[in-house]
């Protein structure tokens, strides 16, 4: 299965096609006549809340029951293994708005994720066509909802000691501190589809270390199989680079990038938890990702989206998307319109950190 697209895409086209291919469990995957891609599941509507709050609610008496009433039938426009919801120049925006609400009756809630916001990653043309989308659907009845942070840096410095110097005082003192346990590690860069990741054994693993990053999260929403992982690993013309990270045999985690338009975008993350704490692998990542990006003259290194706190407290900087919801129920979507602050967490935390600065 292959999707021609062109919008808004961060990733390389192979990394879409084993999404096609290989869905996250549950997830139910396909695309549709106008060249996007889609996928129905069950979505628990507390996702995406604010922590405290969604801890709450679910500490009601009764929640283990009556909590699976959130779960809705859901249809996403857009991929879990893209930034943003890519799209085909071949559409009209108006026409492709009219369709979506007529085929959102086959499900309680239709969702077009990840829309760019005059994104710095992305063309003038790219960020103007999902500007036109978000309009035509919110004028037909659309739900706006802000989405995430998506936090990427320029490669605008000379070198590590230059981009260090731009943070505070105590967070270079910190970070120096952190980074002299790369002194006691082996890194290894691999491209995908190298004869490393023939090794089924090793391609296991290497998932087992996804999982224990999966389960310790806040969120569960897309459990990529281990299928997808032989996918994307065994590709050698993905521009796929796999940052590993060994104290002696041991592997103590990994991250899997992409090498793509000019950018570094980081996509997946294992961990041998004890051993990455230990010796602040998370912290040593961030930094060797971004000294890769100078060294091969990219223009940006894209981080995602989790852990916006931790990232920006790194020198990141960000860009928000918006989600646009269509409700097929009337009262469903006056409950919903009136309570979508609780689902954007990220911004209350991006709007509250600037106010501190100022």
Not at 91 to 99: G, S
Request: charged content about 25%.
């Amino acid at each position: 299965m292959n999707v021609k697209t062109n919008l808004n895409q961060l990733e390389p086209q192979s990394l879409i096609d084993a999404f096609l291919k290989y869905p996250p469990d549950t997830f139910n995957v396909q695309d549709s006549n106008e060249k996007l891609s889609y996928f129905t599941t069950q979505f628990n509507l507390l996702t995406t809340l604010d922590i405290p709050v969604r801890k709450k609610i679910e500490s009601i008496i009764g929640y283990q029951h009556w909590g699976k009433l959130l779960h809705l039938s859901t249809c996403f426009i857009g991929t879990t293994v893209t930034e943003y919801t890519v799209l085909s120049k071949d559409f009209n925006v108006q026409q492709i708005v009219e369709k979506l609400k007529k085929s959102a009756a086959k499900n309680t809630l239709t969702i077009i994720k990840d829309l760019p916001l005059n994104s710095p990653l992305l063309t003038d043309f790219e960020n103007q066509f999902s500007q036109d989308l978000i309009n035509a659907a919110e004028k037909a009845g659309f739900l706006s909802v802000e989405g995430q942070a998506l936090a990427y840096v320029p490669i605008d410095f000379t070198d590590r000691e230059d981009y260090l110097s731009r943070l505070s005082k105590s967070r270079r003192k910190n970070l120096k501190r952190k980074l002299k346990s790369l002194d006691e590690l082996t890194l290894e860069i691999v491209d995908t589809g190298a004869e490393l990741f023939k090794d089924n054994a090793f391609r296991q693993h290497l998932y087992q270390l996804y999982l224990a990053v999966y389960q310790q999260s806040e969120i569960h929403f897309d459990l990529l199989t281990v299928d997808f992982f032989d996918e994307i690993l065994q590709n050698e013309h993905s521009g796929g680079r796999v940052f590993l990270y060994w104290k002696d045999t041991t592997l103590v985690g990994y991250n899997i990038c992409y090498e793509y338009k000019n950018n570094l975008i980081d996509k997946y993350i294992g961990l041998n938890y004890d051993l990455a704490m230990e010796y602040n692998l998370y912290f040593i990542s961030w930094f060797v990702n971004l000294d890769y990006a100078k060294q091969q003259n990219l223009k940006f290194y894209v981080a995602g989206w989790t852990d916006p706190e931790v990232k920006s407290k790194l020198g990141a900087n960000f860009t928000f998307t918006r989600h646009l919801v269509w409700i097929k129920q009337p009262v469903l979507r006056f409950i919903l319109r009136r309570l979508r602050h609780l689902f954007e967490s990220d911004t209350h935390w991006y709007t509250q950190s600037q106010e501190s600065k100022s």
